[in-house]
């Protein structure tokens, strides 16, 4: 890694913590202690680096006999921040780990989604506590099968001229695409996915490579880990709108 010591991590940045280390472009912000204090300071560069949705993680390093405090890590946790332990042969461990903004997945507070909430709260739980690949493909499913609940209703209901056993044959790409295809619809109905949404659903089926797909380097690491953010985003407000669909099908 390179290491500077006692330098800002970018020039409108709050705070100069001891080292900061750099690699593949992730910036590892370590603040060295010698009695482990949240104060002000350290925070409000959390909160800068969260508003920023910087690609770095912030650390806190203690040695290991240093008394810690139950609350305190609860709020350092919250925040996203994280401690290192100095041992006694100065070997160094990983004691809370930090996250970083730019890997955080915030849904927007207006998306709605019916009975799959809990689903959607859980995947997003899951990818923003460290559990990305679980999280991504938790929400990757549900997509795909709340997909093909509004075909099926869709079908059921007379707005397509397909059958139950059409539907058996086709994968999601299938799905997606016969969704968006005017010409599949009986009339009057209309498509009820437009262009614009059918190709941010093709883009979102894109994240189920990503989560198979494996990495030669750190930097193609680093790369992927900012994908997953960027496919994440896709999923609840995709959920959203199928949620939708399920509904405007009468």
Known sequence: MKIKIFALPWPDAPYRTTLIASKAGLKHLVEAQGTLTYAEPIRELAMWLIGRRAYTELYLAIMHHTVIQAGL????????????????????????????????????PTLTYGKCKAEVNEAVRKFNGGERKDGLRDMCELVERETDKVVRKATK?????????AI?????????????????????????????????????????????HKVKSKREDAKRQKQFAERMMQGPRLVSDLVSLHRKVK
């Open 157 to 165: 209901k007379g707005h397509l001229n397909i059958n139950e056993q």
């Open 73 to 108: 890590l609860g709020q350092m946790k919250k925040d996203g921040v994280g401690l290192l332990i100095v041992e006694e042969d100065a070997s160094v461990s990983v004691f809370q780990r930090a996250r970083s903004p730019a890997l955080q997945v915030t849904p927007e």
């Open 168 to 212: 058996e044959n086709m994968n999601w790409s299938d799905q997606i695409n016969i969704l968006a295809a005017a010409k599949r619809y009986h009339r009057p109905y209309r498509a009820l996915v437009d262009q614009n949404l059918r190709n941010d659903f093709h883009s979102f089926r894109g994240a189920r490579n990503l989560v198979d």
